[in-house]
């Protein structure tokens, strides 16, 4: 509580009033994404929408190529090309629009809205997207830089390693020797998936922008954006634009966004596990602690974060297996896109 600039008018007459802080319109996002944070706000101070908002916040980000792992330029897959996952999900309406392994197109947020406002269906991927990106009006351009070659490079000249193949399930040794891997002739049991040891997993090799924006009004939306992780094997398509695991919001309740290991939490759809348990009267914080145990169940040395925030504009977040994990956060009290430590 605290005193109300309006109010300091009114004291003479009738005495000391307090109003509770401002907590909407706000914008949430992983990591200290702030220009991003900042491009959501002033969009919605603009007049845009909150879908607006979930859009600008994103697409700065893909534009500033947010620690190498949003945008273009980033996070080369075994074949030494930049591909990008996107998604939007509105919750006013329950539609959603996301793209998967988006090739040749950097505006990946934006397509996905397309998908969203201009078709039936919710997911589109690999070249079919980005012919469909072309259609919408889209530039189609490299998103190869000389970084990310550099990155590609420097990673064949070590062995091809980290890598995300599975020791003793193909041929050559994927822990001492590139590819092109062949399956052993049997399965074997002896490094089941879950145990062999997975490439570790940062915020500088494996991240997403994820956002969720409540208005004024209490309408919500969130959206993701990223460019996977490094050295993956092309096709693969991680928890960012899967609903209910890089993103999920409801009307009325709120929504949350999720960081980390994607390839382990698209098993588990944490974010919609997070709505749900706010929707039962969970905390924000709560909610995303209780969801990231859930994964831990299985996964114990998992690595990954989540945001949450209710229609009432309070909002929390949660992390495990990361050094530390920061968000970023505007509403009018603050005043300014505010990192926040967890």
């Not at 992983?30 to 007049?47: C, E, R």
């Not at 939007?88 to 996905?112: F, N, T």
């Not at 879950?194 to 490439?199: D, N, S, T, V």
């Amino acid at each position: 509580m605290k005193l109300c600039v309006g109010c300091v008018l009114l004291i003479a007459l009738l005495g000391p009033c307090v109003c509770e802080d401002k907590l909407l319109p706000v914008v949430i996002n992983t990591w200290p994404f702030v220009d991003a944070n900042k491009g959501a706000a002033q969009s919605l101070s603009n007049g845009g929408s909150y879908l607006d908002a979930v859009e600008a916040g994103c697409s700065v980000c893909e534009a500033e190529q947010c620690d190498g792992t949003v945008g273009y330029g980033g996070s080369p897959d075994e074949n030494g090309e930049t591909t990008l996952d996107a998604m939007i999900m509105d919750g006013e309406s329950h539609d959603v629009g996301s793209v998967g392994c988006l090739r040749q197109v950097k505006s990946a947020i934006s397509v996905a809205r397309s998908v969203m406002e201009r078709t039936g269906h919710t997911l589109l991927v690999g070249e079919l997207a980005t012919e469909f990106a072309v259609e919408m009006g889209f530039t189609k351009e490299d998103l190869q830089t000389n970084n990310s070659r550099k990155i590609y490079t420097d990673w064949r000249n070590n062995k091809c390693q980290p890598n995300y193949w599975i020791p003793k399930q193909v041929t050559p040794d994927p822990t001492s020797t590139c590819g092109p891997y062949h399956p052993l002739t049997t399965h074997s049991q002896t490094t089941p998936s879950h145990e062999y040891k997975r490439p570790p997993i940062n915020r500088f090799n494996h991240d997403t922008i994820g956002m969720v924006v409540v208005d004024d009004g209490g309408r919500i939306a969130c959206g993701t954006s990223t460019n996977g992780a490094s050295h993956k094997i092309p096709g693969r398509v991680g928890d960012s634009p899967i609903v209910g695991a890089g993103c999920y919001v409801e009307k009325g309740v709120g929504g949350a966004s999720a960081t980390g290991d994607g390839d382990i939490m698209m098993r588990f759809l944490p974010c919609r596990v997070v709505v749900d348990k706010m929707k039962a009267g969970a905390s924000p914080t709560s909610a995303a602690m209780e969801a990231l145990q859930e994964i831990k169940n299985y996964y114990p040395s998992y690595g990954g974060g989540i945001i949450a925030v209710n229609v009432t504009g309070h909002y929390g977040g949660a992390y495990t297996g990361f050094p530390s994990f920061h968000y970023t956060v505007y509403n009018p009290t603050l005043g300014a896109s505010t990192v926040v430590a967890v």
